[in-house]
């Protein structure tokens, strides 16, 4: 069993700039891709980054050129650079981590960290 811990959550200003971690217990065998979901209240969790095994990122629009994902392999961390932030990046931010396992594929997911973009 893997668990995915999230930190660095907090309250910005407008234009401000946030990093969130995601540390797993341990490192995970078989690990295809990590990445970054948010969910803001009444709405629908909302895929944000994600970094593949090869180190290939894909943004959603919506963070594209503000946001960086990045992983660093000997902590077990992915990290969440997060710049320029707006009222609407306002969410609880997750992580997750896609796993194959012969014919099993297994998403793991950890408790959120809030993120709040207020003045």
């Known amino acids: 069993q893997v668990q995915l811990v999230e930190s660095g959550g907090g309250l910005v200003q407008p234009g401000g700039s946030l990093r969130l971690s995601c540390a797993a217990s341990r490192s995970i065998f078989g690990i295809r891709s990590t990445g970054w979901y948010r969910q803001a209240p009444g709405k629908e969790r909302q895929w944000v980054a994600a970094?593949?095994?090869?180190?290939?990122?894909t943004y959603a629009d919506s963070v594209k050129g503000r946001f960086t994902i990045s992983r660093d392999n000997a902590k077990n961390t992915v990290y969440l650079q997060m710049n320029g932030l707006k009222s609407e990046d306002t969410a609880v931010y997750y992580c997750?981590?896609?796993?194959?396992?012969?014919?099993?594929?297994?998403?793991?997911w950890g408790q959120g960290t809030q993120v709040t973009v207020s003045s």
């Open positions: 997750s981590a896609r796993v194959l396992s012969g014919a099993r594929i297994v998403d793991y």
């Open positions: 970094i593949s095994t090869d180190g290939v990122r």
